[in-house]
């Protein structure tokens, strides 16, 4: 089965949390974890073997989209959260502190290659 996903971002971070997002919330209740995902961004498609299981959130609006999405247990590291923690707990309460952040600044490859275990 072939699932697709458009999304259209100006930059990787968003479309990563996106993915991660979009992979894990699946409409179809026939969906199985060998299922292919496609992701067509800015005109290029690229397809994922599976679902995607872990991401990497930049920034406050972000990582709210991934925290409303259920997705805490997937978000394997964070950056740019200082500006928008306060308001994150509000919402979120306690997970927001328990979040792993890389960086305070949007991210480079390094911060995201540094946040996987």
Not at 41 to 48: D, K, L, P, S
Not at 93 to 115: F, K, M, S, Y
């Amino acid at each position: 089965m072939n699932r697709t996903i458009t999304r259209v971002a100006p930059t990787l971070a968003p479309v990563t949390v996106l993915l991660g997002v979009a992979a894990g919330c699946g409409t179809e209740s026939d969906a199985t974890a060998s299922d292919t995902v496609t992701v067509t961004n800015c005109g290029a498609e690229v397809t994922f073997d599976q679902p995607l299981d872990r991401l990497f959130a930049n920034d406050g609006g972000m990582i709210a989209i991934a925290l409303a999405a259920g997705a805490r247990d997937k978000m394997v590291a964070v950056s740019a959260l200082a500006r928008d923690k306060d308001v994150l707990r509000l919402e979120y309460g306690p997970q927001v502190d328990t979040l792993d952040e890389v960086a305070t600044e949007p991210p480079t490859l390094e911060n995201i290659v540094g946040g996987q275990t």
